[in-house]
């Protein structure tokens, strides 16, 4: 079965690019973000769901990739 990843690369490149725009924008002239956590946490948020989507898809076959192991882990902003 061949499956069509078009969409959810479309929206990981989306929240990377709305992300770097936001940071670009709050840059100061020494190069220092100041920033509210919540201004991108949704970006943040987004950009995580799709790399763990990808990571946990698995093809067989000889052309095929591994699935990752149990201890892939993927930090969530905002959590000590």
């Known amino acids: 079965m061949e499956v069509n990843f078009d969409n959810l690369r479309r929206r990981a490149i ?37 790399l763990a989507t990808l990571a946990f898809i698995y093809q067989e076959g000889e052309n095929g990739f591994e699935s990752l192991d149990e201890d892939t882990h993927f930090e969530i902003f905002g959590e000590d």
């Open 14 to 50: 989306s929240s990377y690019n709305s992300l770097v725009s936001k940071l670009n924008h709050k840059r100061d002239s020494d190069g220092y973000i100041t920033i509210d956590s919540d201004y991108i946490e949704r970006d943040l948020e987004s950009l995580r769901s799709s």
